[in-house]
C-alpha cells in the first residue's frame, strides 16, 4: 500500500480528500503544517507528497525545495490559486505536478497514479546510455559528465531525458511528450513541457536538445 504525506491545514477539505485516498487503497498521513510535514518526511519516507502551500509557519515552496534537495519523492503542489507565477515556480523547484484543489477527486487520484508509475518505472531494465559528454543510468537514476560529477535531476526531468534518449533523432510533439511522461489520462499544457525542458538543458548544458518549430522538441544524433 503506497503512503501518502498530505500536507494540509483546512481540516475540512484534508479529512474529505483523505477519506477517498484512503477508499481507494491509500494510506494517507496528514501534516497540518510545514514543520510537521519535514519531520514526517524523514521519519517515515512516504511515497507520494500532496503539499499545500498556504501554510501557517512555513512556505509551501520551501517545503518543496527542502525535500526536493534531498530525495525524488514524488511531489504534487495542491493550491487553490491559479496563478501561473506560483505554477512555473513550483515546477522549478521540483514539484511532479501542480493541481487545483477544486479538481475532482478522481482527477486528483488519476495524477497520483501516474506519478506513481513513472516511481515505480525506474526499478525496471538495466540500462545505460552515454550521450554528449553525459552517462545516464535508467536504473540508479544518475547522470554524470564524463568528469564524475552527479547531475541532479528531479524524477520528472530525468523521465524527459531519457525519453529525449530513447528517441535521439526524433521530433518529438508536446502531447507525445505530455503522454510519455505525465500519462494519457492527464491534461497538461505547453508551458509545464516548456518549463522542465528549460531546466534540464540548464543543468546538462551540453545536450544538444533543440525546439521544433511548431511540433516540440528533438535531441540530436
Known amino acids: 500500500m503506497d503512503h501518502i504525506l498530505f500536507v494540509e491545514d483546512e481540516p475540512v477539505y484534508g479529512a474529505t480528500m483523505s477519506r477517498y485516498l484512503g477508499d481507494a487503497g491509500y494510506e494517507v498521513q496528514i501534516a497540518a503544517n510545514g514543520e510537521d510535514a519535514l519531520t514526517i518526511f524523514l521519519d517515515d519516507e512516504p511515497d507520494v507528497i500532496l503539499l499545500d502551500l498556504g501554510l501557517p509557519d512555513i512556505d509551501g515552496m520551501e517545503i518543496c525545495r527542502q525535500i526536493r ?38 482527477e486528483l487520484l488519476a495524477r497520483i497514479r501516474a506519478v506513481t508509475r513513472r516511481s515505480g518505472s525506474r526499478h525496471s531494465g538495466n540500462m545505460s546510455e ?9 536504473v540508479a ?54 518549463t522542465h525542458v528549460r531546466t534540464v538543458r540548464k543543468k546538462l548544458d551540453s545536450l544538444r536538445l533543440t525546439t521544433v518549430r511548431s511540433v516540440g522538441y528533438r535531441l540530436e544524433l
Do not use: C
Not at 519523492?73 to 493550491?79: A, G, K, Q
Not at 552515454?130 to 535508467?138: N, Q, S, T
Open 69 to 106: 534537495s534531498n530525495s525524488d519523492t514524488p511531489i504534487i503542489i495542491l493550491s487553490a490559486r491559479d496563478d501561473s507565477v506560483d505554477r512555473v515556480l513550483g515546477l522549478e523547484l521540483g514539484a511532479d505536478d501542480f493541481v487545483d484543489k477544486r479538481m475532482a477527486p478522481r
Open 130 to 138: 552515454e550521450v554528449d559528454g553525459y552517462v545516464i543510468d535508467r
Open 141 to 194: 537514476r544518475q547522470v554524470r559528465s564524463h568528469g564524475g560529477d552527479i547531475v541532479e535531476l528531479t524524477q520528472i526531468e530525468f523521465e524527459l531525458l531519457w525519453l529525449f534518449v530513447s528517441h535521439r533523432g526524433e521530433a518529438l510533439s508536446r502531447e507525445q511528450i505530455f503522454e510519455a511522461v505525465w500519462g494519457s489520462d492527464l491534461v497538461g499544457t505547453s508551458r509545464t513541457i516548456d
